[in-house]
């Protein structure tokens, strides 16, 4: 009984510890971002587009064919479940809604999570385990500016990017099942789904993608920074910020649906 | 005589300004509640190569670690080149960061640049040097550790060997005041190891550093130490020149030199902690 409270308590501390590491990290990246060009540090351009074509530009093809089949498995749902009430004629609202308030967003934040922040969490944890993290501090440059920062900036700028490329696929997806079935054109689909949706359910899917985005840097990073063990602890790292990161997008997700449809 | 009482041998080399180049006053160092370094003091002089040995477990990577300034002390100041790296801000850490070079054990060379790339990073980040210019630099300085020709490859195409060099030469091209090795023989073959070390003798000589490494190679020690700290259990043994290690009675330095490890003092009721868990 007692050793459990213990093992407890020593996760939650271990939790809170990772908490505060990861709100430090986030808190230096943004402080370089702002700040690294006045002193002598700036956060270099070129590996933030660099990062960017790993992120967004490679990941079009993925992000393309997840977002079509997404579009089209909600097309066919929604005509079938709207169906046995005979209201079919509303599957254009729920799947406009759906897309762009929840699917799109959240879809591409997963593939992130896998592709990109597994990515990001062995290159950090290869590094320390290496030594190369201790080289870049004597040479004097700060790892965070140098390693984290870049990452975070090139996801927040391209999640919503994937994000509204997904919700145009997914929707044009799901027009080749919904026109026929519904015997509509292509152009009356296209009116009634852009008459359905508002800039406010845009916001709200562009919004959390945002911080989705950070999540997956910030997590990827923080468990990158924690690796020790060589091979298998990157291999364990790797493993655990993927699974964490997604985790951590459904909770943010919930909380922001929760927020977001208060007001 | 004291088994940890500190011996000093007279220095060879004369202080430019009257400072040692490294002051280490009260050093100790804690992993969680473990103490690693108990009150070091120590002082490295300008121009000298001054070799850490010690078995494992002594603490010379620990030591090495908050010289560089990787690690805070628990307790004590640690002067470099003047400045007491214990209570320096981080504008000043950086400038200092440009006047000394490490080079790691296994090279840290970053594995996503090629050698030349990797070289050419500390002129990037610290100087607004035009491109073609970093890159002569960067050759010349590959040019110094005998790898000229192979700034293109990528780390994981090199040897052992010429990973420290290359280490080496990352270490060297901001012209450091400065150079600290951690392991610099590790795992490399007697004769590739004794080019390293002539590489740090030259290095002393023709750029006139001060050149702090940390070893536990006995052979090299000899060849290259101005003088030897030699730690045991987080303290300092002795500091003298190489004949007067070698000339030591302590015993604890007599097992070290003649690799055994008789004389090491075995506390049973910590031993039995240790096996039952209790410790």
């Known amino acids: 009984m007692l050793r459990t409270a213990e093992t407890i308590g020593r996760s939650v501390a271990r939790g809170v510890g990772e908490a505060g590491f990861a709100g430090a990290l986030f808190a230096e990246s943004v402080f370089w971002t702002m700040f690294g060009r006045t002193r002598g540090q ?14 967004g530009i490679q990941a079009l093809p993925i992000a393309t064919v997840l977002a079509a089949t997404i579009g089209m498995m909600l097309a066919i749902q929604s005509l079938y479940s709207l169906g046995l009430f005979g209201a079919e004629s509303f599957a254009m609202a729920g799947i406009g809604l759906a897309v762009v308030r929840e699917f799109a967003p959240l879809i591409i934040a997963i593939l992130i999570a896998g592709r990109s922040g597994s990515a990001l969490a062995a290159r950090l944890s290869t590094m320390m385990i290496n030594q190369e993290v201790d080289a870049l501090r004597v040479i004097g440059i700060s790892p965070v500016r140098f390693l984290v920062a870049p990452p975070l900036i090139a996801l927040i700028v391209m999640v919503p990017c994937l994000t509204m490329w997904a919700i145009v696929v997914a929707l044009t997806a799901a027009a080749f099942i919904v026109t026929p079935a519904l015997g509509i054109s292509l152009a009356a689909y296209a009116s009634e789904t852009i008459a359905v949706l ?51 997008i459904i909770v943010a997700d919930m909380i922001f649906a929760f927020i977001a449809t208060r007001g | ?174 012209d450091p005041e400065m150079l600290f090795f951690d392991e610099p023989s590790a795992g490399l073959d007697p004769v590739v190891s004794s080019e390293l070390d002539d590489l740090i003798l030259l290095l002393r000589d023709a750029m006139n550093m001060t050149i702090v490494v940390v070893t536990h190679e006995l052979e090299s020690t000899f060849k290259i130490a101005d003088r030897i700290t030699v730690l045991d259990d987080g303290r300092i043994l002795l500091v003298d020149d190489v004949e007067g290690v070698r000339g030591s009675d302590n015993a604890r330095i007599r097992n070290l030199l003649s690799r055994r490890s008789e004389g090491a003092e075995i506390d049973a009721e910590a031993y039995l902690r240790r096996l039952t868990g209790d410790a």
């Open chain 2, 1 to 174: 005589m004291d088994m940890l009482s500190l011996q000093t041998a007279p220095t060879r080399k004369s202080r430019a300004n009257g400072q040692p180049a490294i002051r280490i006053e009260g050093l100790s160092a804690h992993y969680g509640e473990r103490q690693v370094l108990h009150e070091i003091d120590l002082e490295i002089e300008p121009g000298e190569i001054m070799v850490i040995m010690g078995g494992s477990g002594s603490g010379k990577s620990t030591l090495l670690r908050q010289l560089v300034g990787l690690d805070l002390p628990s307790a004590g100041r640690i002067e470099l080149l003047g400045l007491d790296i214990t209570q320096a801000r981080a504008a000043e850490m950086a400038k200092l960061r440009r006047r000394i070079g490490v080079a790691f054990q296994g090279g840290a060379l970053f594995s996503s640049m090629t050698v030349l790339e990797n070289l050419m990073l500390p002129l990037r980040e610290h100087t607004k040097l035009a491109l073609p210019t970093m890159e002569i630099m960067a050759r010349m300085k590959l040019e110094v550790v005998g790898l000229a020709g192979f700034g293109d490859l990528m780390p994981s195409e090199l040897s052992g060997g010429m990973l420290k060099r290359a280490a080496v030469a990352r270490a060297i091209v901001m």
């Open chain 1, 198 to 248: 508002s800039v406010n359910d845009l916001i709200h899917g562009l919004g959390k993608s945002v911080i989705f985005a950070a999540l997956v840097a910030i997590i990827s990073s923080v468990n990158g920074a924690l690796a020790k063990g060589g091979a298998e602890g990157v291999g364990r790292m790797t493993t655990r910020a993927v699974v964490q990161s997604i985790a951590a």
């Open chain 1, 42 to 55: 700036p956060v270099r351009l070129p590996a933030i587009f660099g990062q960017m074509m790993q992120v």
